[in-house]
């Protein structure tokens, strides 16, 4: 049987089969979208970007499905990042989140009307991400995950219980960090309490992170008390080989580290941070202010403890008694 279709159905049956894929196209492209800025790799990030995920499908949001993310990752290399918030800027992203103090506020000078969602380790007044925690004002908000001054001396004293009192222990930091000079402060004023002599080792771009740890094999400190920054982040694996080659007992701030074969190390979660983050990007795609968005804070701080390190290192049972988590 021949069944003959006149010209005007036949073009309407085209125009219908043309039109399914134009209207799907359409519907993406009127998906809201996310700059999503880091200053580590992707692959260092895999994580945390799992967490946001998480918190955008609390709000009710699937990536492809109703939202669309736009990822830069500067690959460590800091300089990268002021270009790429421009970007995501320029593409007219919704909101932009970003991990790491730089990329901060790199997304925060790149504008003033998007909504920012950052994600810091430190106290984002004094380091001028925003003016107030129960209010911040302007397009930009977040999460820290170390609310105030005082971890860095919680890591001290606990090395301090495992080291020999007449030992001396180094600080790596970051000069260029706007959370250097404070948290230096910090170290020294607890340094001086436990009345314990102090070594400053500084490192602030990839390439000065190896000649600042091979300094540990001149001085030989029994000890090593990192920085929390996101520098030092993006760079755990190698930092963690470094200092476990030369078999130096390292104190980190976040269980990033020792889950990469750090000995141990203490501060919030900062997947639970990214987390939040996302919650708050999905709050904020359906029509939230981020001035009206109060910073959160970590209410629980870990200790935890890499166990093949500490054995490979000869650390005192006594001190595993006193971790959260021991990583096996």
Known sequence: MT???GRRELLAALGGAVARPLAARAEQSAMPVIGFIRNTTRDDSADLLKAMHQGLRQTGYVEGRNVAVEYR????????????AADLVRRQVAVIVTGGD????????????????FSTGFDPIKIGLVTSLSRPGGNVTGVSFFSTLGTAAKRL??????????????????????????????VEHAAHSLGRQILILSAGSERELEPALASLAQHRPV??????????????????????????????YLREFTAT?????????????????GIYAGEILKGAKPADLPIVLPTKYEFVINLKTANALGIPPKLLALADEVIE
Do not use: C, W
């Open 261 to 277: 074969g750090g000995l141990m190390s203490y501060g919030a979660s900062v997947t639970d941070a990214y987390l939040q983050a």
């Open 102 to 117: 730089a990329s901060s506020f790199a997304a925060k000078a790149a504008t003033t009307t998007i909504p920012v969602i």
């Open 223 to 252: 000890a090593l008390l990192v920085s929390g920054d996101s520098l030092f982040t993006g760079l755990r694996t190698r930092l963690v080989v470094l200092t476990t080659h030369q078999a130096v007992p390292t104190m980190h």
């Open 3 to 5: 069944v003959t279709i």
């Open 157 to 186: 004293g606990l090395l301090d219980q495992l080291m020999p009192k007449d030992a001396i222990i180094a600080y790596l930091r970051n000069p260029n960090s706007p959370r250097g000079e404070p948290e230096l402060g910090e």
């Open 73 to 84: 990752f500067a690959d460590n290399q800091l300089d990268r990042l002021p270009t790429m």
